[in-house]
Each structure stands twice: as structure tokens, then as C-alpha cells.
């Protein structure tokens, strides 16, 4: 199997960032559609707007409705076809990003990513999550490349709620811990082959920078604030994780989060703090060693993830509903599977009650 690492064109971060997007921009466009919902638009709309005059780009908004859906897709399409766009923007969070994606994957043109958030590490992927009008989930759209460019403005990013800082960091946590398994099984990433060395590494990067700067950057962003610390958390939740995951592969943490949508208690949660229970239960499952084990609990204690199923709104341990969510995690195409011995049902209801004790 061939050796596979993709990633963004080019990625761009930094404070300010958005005021210089319209000279980013225009090497691959002159006339641009920028998809964001009406908050959004507010905040940075006429930053973004004065940077393409000032490159000489006059760029077209549409309001994103809040889902990404066929039928949004569909609309922007026959927008698209009135107007010849030759570049497509998303600037938001995860539903007006991958709609961008989409839309851009159909038009055939260059797509620009602008998170306004660090919650998860998608914005760099090749993929896009699509959603029935009502929001439940319809399918996966795999695009067959990564975006042109991703632009990340940290001072953005800094004043956002810091929950979705630190679910970003839940969702990284896990980068290194399933990279590390996949290396060993040998498993094929989304990538479409064996991982790197490169990817490798930046996996681990990912989890050595959490380490470092993820509770500084957690204070940082309560008051607001963009330090360096949260400068080097915003690309390990973002770049880092998102070469890492997608081209060192995923294993057990992410299977037991889609195996936890089985319980009603945990849908309030994000993704990342889902995720970093899961990594604490492939931990489990792998037998990690305790002093492994204690870093990454201590390491969730103090930037607020759960450690327990209690924190997530799991009142008692129930085994049936407990072995629903082990038997979800194990289901056909789970990417559990990827780990480098076989892990049933019964293995993973065992590793959830176990790191659930290890974590209160």
C-alpha cells in the first residue's frame, strides 16, 4: 500500500488575518460568492468587504440558512448559475464551511475555508457532512481534494465562547492516540493509503502542543484574549489534528463518540468532549500504561473536558443502554476496527465503565 499524506493548498494564520483575505484571494479568483449566516456577516462582513476593495475584487454575499442540506446546496447551485463565480468562501462554523466545500466540489471551482471557530479539525479535510433540512444526517460527501486555502484570524477565533475552544482540543486529543494505533495496524487512512512519517509526526506535534499551551490558551480565551499559547492551540485543534486524523487514520475514540449518540443524555455535548472520553476508553482497551493514562485525564481536568460519564449527563450506569453504545461502537465500517487487535462489543463496554471509574 502506497504511502498517502494530503493537506490544504495553503494555510493561513494569524491575528488580523481576515483584513488581508482579498489579496489571498485573488490568485485564485476575481469574483467570489462568500457564503455566512447573518451573524457572522455582521461580525466580520465588513472587514472581509474592505479587503477585497482594497485588492480590487468587488465579492458577492449570500446569507447561509443554518444547514447544510441538499436543498441549500441546490440554491447556492442556481445562484452559481446565474453568476459566473470563480471562487466559493465559507466564512463561519462547521454547517456554512462543508456547504461551501459542496458547493465548490459541483461548480468545479477553488474553495477558500475561513473558520470562525477551533471546535473541531474539518476545516482542513476533504469531506463534507451533509444534513436533511431538519438536521438530521443524510450523508458524507468525499471530495476528492482538500480546500485551496484555509484562513484562520485568531483574534477571531480568540473572542468566541472558549467551550468550543476546548471541545477543539477534545477533538485533537485523540489525533496522536489513534494515529499511533493505525501506525501499528497498518490500516488505510482517508487519505487512501498507509501514513507518512510526516503525518505521523505532526500527529504527535498535536498532542505534545496540547500538552503545552492548551490550559494557558484556555485562559487567555476566557477573558478574550490571543496569546501565543492560543495561537499554537488554534493550529493544533485545526491543522495539526486535521492532517493528522485524515491522513494517519482514526480508530477507537472516534467510533465510541458515534457509539455515545445512542445515549439522549450526551447530544448537548460537542464533538471534541465526546471524542476525549472516547480517547480515554481506547486507552483503556489498548491497556495503556497508567502514567499515559493519568497525563491525558489530568491534562482533560484542567481545561474542563469530561472524564467521566456523569460529566456528560449520565446519571447511572445502566449496562443495557451502555451496551448499545459498545455495539454501535463496533458496528460494520466503525473505524475501531483500525486498531491493531480485534475489539468487540463486550471489549468496549468493559473499557467505557472501566475509564468511566478512572475518571470520576
Known amino acids: 500500500m502506497d504511502r498517502i499524506i494530503i493537506s490544504p493548498s495553503k494555510y493561513v494564520q494569524g491575528n488580523g488575518a481576515l483584513a488581508n483575505i482579498g489579496n489571498y484571494v485573488k490568485a485564485l479568483g476575481a469574483k467570489p460568492l462568500i457564503l455566512a449566516d447573518a451573524f457572522v456577516t455582521k461580525l466580520v462582513g465588513d472587514t472581509v468587504a474592505t479587503s477585497f476593495h482594497g485588492a480590487g475584487i468587488q465579492p458577492e454575499f449570500d446569507c447561509f440558512n443554518g444547514e447544510c442540506s441538499r436543498p441549500e446546496i ?19 462554523g462547521g454547517k456554512t464551511l462543508d456547504t461551501a466545500k ?6 468545479q471551482v477553488p474553495v477558500v475555508i475561513v473558520p470562525t471557530i477551533a471546535s473541531t479539525d474539518a476545516p482542513t479535510s476533504a469531506l463534507a ?7 438530521q444526517f443524510s450523508e458524507y460527501l468525499m ?9 484562520m484570524d ?17 477533538d485533537a486529543l485523540s489525533t496522536y492516540f489513534e494515529a499511533r494505533a493505525n501506525k501499528v495496524s497498518d490500516c488505510q487512512t482517508m487519505a487512501g493509503g498507509a501514513s507518512t512519517l510526516a503525518a505521523q509526526a505532526i500527529a504527535e506535534l498535536c498532542y505534545k502542543t496540547l500538552l503545552a499551551d492548551g490550559y494557558k490558551a484556555k485562559l487567555a480565551v476566557e477573558q478574550g484574549l490571543c496569546t501565543k499559547a492560543v495561537e499554537n492551540i488554534i493550529e493544533a485543534n485545526t491543522y495539526l489534528s486535521g492532517i493528522g486524523f485524515e491522513s494517519s487514520g482514526l480508530a ?8 455515545l449518540t445512542q445515549l439522549a443524555e450526551c447530544h448537548h455535548l460537542y464533538h471534541g468532549e465526546k471524542v476525549a472520553f472516547g480517547t480515554l476508553v481506547q486507552l483503556v482497551l489498548e491497556n495503556a500504561p497508567m502514567a499515559e493514562i493519568e497525563t491525558v485525564l489530568g491534562f482533560c481536568r484542567s481545561i474542563g473536558l469530561p472524564t467521566n460519564l456523569h460529566m456528560m449527563g449520565v446519571k447511572e450506569l445502566d449496562m443495557a443502554r451502555l451496551m448499545d453504545v459498545a455495539k454501535a461502537s463496533t458496528a460494520e465500517g466503525e473505524t475501531i ?3 491493531p487487535f480485534k475489539v468487540t462489543a463486550e471489549d468496549v463496554l468493559a473499557a467505557i465503565v472501566t475509564a468511566h471509574q478512572l475518571g470520576l
Open 74 to 92: 441546490d440554491r447556492l447551485l442556481a445562484r452559481c448559475k446565474q453568476t459566473p463565480f470563480d471562487v466559493v468562501i465559507g466564512i463561519g
Open 102 to 107: 459542496s458547493v465548490a466540489f459541483y461548480q
Open 129 to 135: 457532512v451533509i444534513y436533511t433540512p431538519e438536521g
Open 143 to 151: 471530495i476528492p481534494t482538500n480546500p485551496n486555502m484555509v484562513i
Open 154 to 170: 485568531t483574534g477571531v477565533v480568540a473572542r468566541a465562547p472558549v467551550r468550543l475552544l476546548v471541545s477543539g482540543m477534545g
Open 252 to 259: 477507537a475514540a472516534h467510533a465510541v463518540h458515534n457509539g
Open 337 to 339: 476496527h483500525n486498531m
